[in-house]
């Protein structure tokens, strides 16, 4: 089958045609295309994006590199040498600013693509009908012919011609400007002329579903779409640096002129002393492109990109780059319960029958468990029409069925609880997993479904003896469904299921021992008094019942008698279980100094069981519920919220007052949420959390982060490694600046005593190179701290500098020069100005790479984190050591640095005065630790 013929037809009038016609004109049916179709029109027409600015070319990235104003300065220098005849210095520096580079253009390539992924991992979803089942794909892979599903929530990701539509109305805003929701409709158009605004059986892209659902066949794609036609021109939006990388390009830009003040000093006096032009052009230079912290904001994106591939890995999806910080400072997450806090699968764990109670065992969706009445198995029969040893229970697994539109879905093969034509179409919907078990349609009809499964009545077998002739669906008013149903001989009967107290009053009978008895009002005392029990332990409660319809009735008088006179057969209780690791999670975040806040609709007494259990709430004044809310005003709220920890009964609506009273109470809040409605709630808070399996598009773009496994305790994961990742590059700071004072100190000092040069330009580019690259990055990767979720979550405004991190930067800058600076005047006092600069050389590299295993943590040394905890640093130390030794004892390379093999009293120097320090500290740590009481002392090596 070729592709349709949409490349030269832009104006075919797609909304006059009928089904068969666009069926036709698009080489596609009511099952939607195969895969195969779908890759061979993706192949041929492209993806479903509008035209993007033009990649860059990666050779055009790498001589970008040496655009930088100081590498072009060092350049024009090196020129110079080479011109007055100093070749061999010219074309080492050359080689050295090449290796830097390719170093930055590496560093850049994978910043890029991680930035890349993360951009495909979040770009918006479609639902479509491939090789007859519904699957989920990236929208910019829909292609003309698919058939897309549509639901509240949605954006439209192609043009499309409806072909099936359930009360959907799509807000067409951003195409026509118009504020009112167009009603959608399926039958074909024939008045000419129609405009975008009037064609109501078509669909556009980039516009949102806002009420019902429906199906439409694609008809145009990516710049073929109305939308793509209006777009005169390309769309490119700016990537904005993250609040941090704002304060950081500030304090770069002062370190920047302190730098080149200094230099210049340098440069001057050395110029005063007699030293030789072109060499103090080069030192002054060299020192600056050493000195000056360029690369600092783009090392925090790559850190930051980094950090956001890790929480990839957890199931963290970071929009925006800002939400990493974020979460390092998050004091209240607001969470919703059903598939956040709890699994969303909803399960069955008692059923109420005549006086007993039966536990049901098992787990999710798989429909496998016990049934135990009174400590005994009760056995199951598999056949035809299944059955357990209990005629009263049968019914009511009968009842589970048949009153039911749900589907149990194993690997796409379907259970059917409906035999409408939209049920068929699905398959896997991803609700609530349990191995490869999962549901389609409403949860607690899922359960139910799975229950009478437990008990031997399967779908697929009861359908043979059951025919399904009407339903009443569900009503809020009402609180109940009802099914009226043909048996094998005939007779019909009605199943209903709904509120226990709504339908214990439509009740006349009770089925016992399979004999329908008048109900008596003491049983219906009893019934209650369990609906109550069942409550109380967090289970939410149906019953069910049935009756038998008179013959020879109308619709209209079956209508009015299916729900009256019923027989109850029973109470079902279920309940959605917690995650597993939530309660744990809790109470990280609760160490953490953050507070957990669950959201639900729920009941308050089921809310307050689930929250009981969980540790979020231990008092039933804990929890308020909607209807409360209402009442409160907007101050009298954010003066309660504080001891607030459950909000029941609530509307997403609500959601936006909750969020607005945490940050009236000087929170930093993270909300997630699902719907449409949660959209505002989400944009609102300070990180905004979407599901991903769950929620919608519109959610999803509102938000900072998106869950693909929908669980809370990937929020708290994400919270450690923001927490992580800001402490990784407070780390690389710490160790930039720490170590360019220190060479910059080295120098300005020498100058100021009018010593001789204590570095060579090649030298400052080399310490630059082997220091501030592979080291430096590898702490970017570093595991965080073992107490990192122990503290408490810092300010948003607080300063990278802040903690005294300033202070130590100073310190130990101050110390890298003086030290190298003291070694050096050792070397002059023996008599040998290049072994005296072999060894300051040697002593500033080495002093840098003993002190990054110092930086790794503020709280604890080297020794209790454990050497092998960040290999990645390992291998980088013991390269760019091994690199330093090549220039001193490799006789060509000796030449090149103007270095001298150094004796072992000579290392004694340097490492003295390079690293002895590190094992002072790091002993002193181990010492003083045990007195220390607000530290907790890690295991080593964890």
Known sequence: ??????????????????????????????????????????????????????????????????????????????????????????????????????????????????LEALKKLTAPEARVIRDGQEVRIRADEVVPGDMVLLEAGDRVPADMR??????????????????????????????????????????????????????????ATGMRTEMGRIAYMIESVEDELTPLQRRLDELGKILVAVCLAICLVVVFIGLWQGEPVYRMVLTGVSLAVAAIPEGLPAIVTIVLAIGVQKMIKSRAIIRKLPAVETLGCATAICSDKTGTLTQNQMTVRQVYLNGDTIMVGGQGYEPKGELMAAGRKIQVTEGSRGGTDSTDLNTLLLASVLCNNAEIVNQGIAERGSNSSWSKKKAKTGRGESAHWTINGDPTEGALLVLAAKGGFHRQNVEHEYERIQELPFDSDRKRMAVIIRNRTHKKLSFVKGAPETMLARCSSIRQNGVDVPMTEQKRKQI????????????????????????????????????????????????????????????????????????????????????????????????????????????????????????ARVSPAHKLRIVRAFKGRGHVVAMTGDGVNDAPAVKESDIGIAMGRTGTDVTKEASSMVLSDDNFVTIVGAVEQGRATYDNIRKFVRYLLSCNAGEVLVMFLASLFA???????????????????????????????????????????????????????????????????????????????????????????????????????????????????????????????????????????????????????????????????????????????????NRRRPVLGQ
Not at 756 to 771: A, D, H, I, K, M
Not at 917 to 930: A, D
């Open 1 to 114: 089958m070729g592709g349709p013929e949409t490349d030269h037809e832009p104006d075919k009038p797609w909304h006059q045609l009928d089904k068969a016609e666009l069926f036709g004109a698009l080489q596609t049916g009511v099952d939607g295309l195969t895969s195969r179709e779908a890759r061979e029109r993706l192949s041929q027409i492209g993806p479903n994006a509008l035209e993007a600015a033009e990649a860059t070319p990666l050779w055009k990235k790498f001589f970008a590199q040496f655009q930088d104003f100081m590498i072009l300065v060092l350049l024009a220098a090196t020129a110079i040498s080479a011109f007055l005849g100093e070749i061999v210095d010219a074309v080492t520096i050359l080689l050295i600013v090449a290796l830097n580079a390719v170093l930055g253009f590496v560093q850049e390539f994978r910043a890029e693509q991680s």
């Open 162 to 219: 409806i072909m099936e539509s359930h009360e959907l109305e799509v807000d067409e805003a951003p195409l026509t400007g118009e504020s009112m929701p167009v009603a959608k409709r399926a039958e074909p158009l024939t008045t000419l002329g129609l405009g975008i605004g009037d064609m109501a059986n078509m669909a556009f892209s980039g516009t949102i579903v806002t009420r019902g659902r429906g199906q439409g066949v694609v008809t």
């Open 528 to 647: 209650l008094s369990e609906n109550e029990r069942m409550a109380q332990e967090a289970l939410r409660v149906l019953a069910l019942a049935y009756r038998t319809l008179p013959e020879h009735l109308t619709e209209e008088e079956l209508k009015e008698t299916v729900e009256e006179d019923l027989v109850f057969l029973g109470l079902v209780g279920m309940m959605d279980p917690p995650r597993p690791g939530v309660k744990q999670a809790v109470e990280r975040c609760a160490k953490a100094g953050i507070r957990t806040v669950m959201i639900t609709g729920d009941h308050p007494v089921t809310a307050f069981a689930v929250a009981r259990e969980l540790g979020i709430a231990q008092r039933t004044e804990e929890v308020i519920t909607g209807a409360q809310l209402e009442e409160m005003g907007e101050q009298d709220l954010v003066e309660k919220v504080s001891r607030i920890s459950v909000f």
């Open 755 to 933: 010593m001789p040069l204590p570095l060579l330009p090649v030298q400052l580019l080399w310490v630059n190179l082997v220091t501030d690259g592979l080291p430096a990055m590898a702490l970017g990767v570093d595991s965080p701290d073992p107490d990192v979720m122990n503290r408490k979550p810092r300010h948003p405004k607080e300063s990278v500098l802040a903690g005294g991190l300033g202070r130590r930067i100073l310190i130990w800058g101050t110390y890298c020069g003086l030290a190298t600076l003291a070694v050096f005047s050792w070397g002059i006092y023996l008599g040998d100005l290049p072994l005296a600069r072999t060894m300051a050389f040697c002593t500033l590299t080495f002093f840098q790479l003993f002190y990054v295993f110092d930086c790794r943590s503020d709280r604890y040394s080297i020794f209790e984190l454990g050497w092998m905890t960040n290999p990645h640093l390992l291998a980088a130390v013991f390269l760019s050591g091994a690199m330093q030794l090549a220039v001193v004892y490799i006789p060509w390379l000796q030449k090149i640095f103007q270095t001298v093999p150094l004796e072992p009293s000579h290392w004694l120097v340097v490492l003295f005065m390079a690293g002895g320090w590190l094992l002072v500290t790091g002993l002193w740590h181990l010492v003083s630790r045990p007195f220390s009481q």
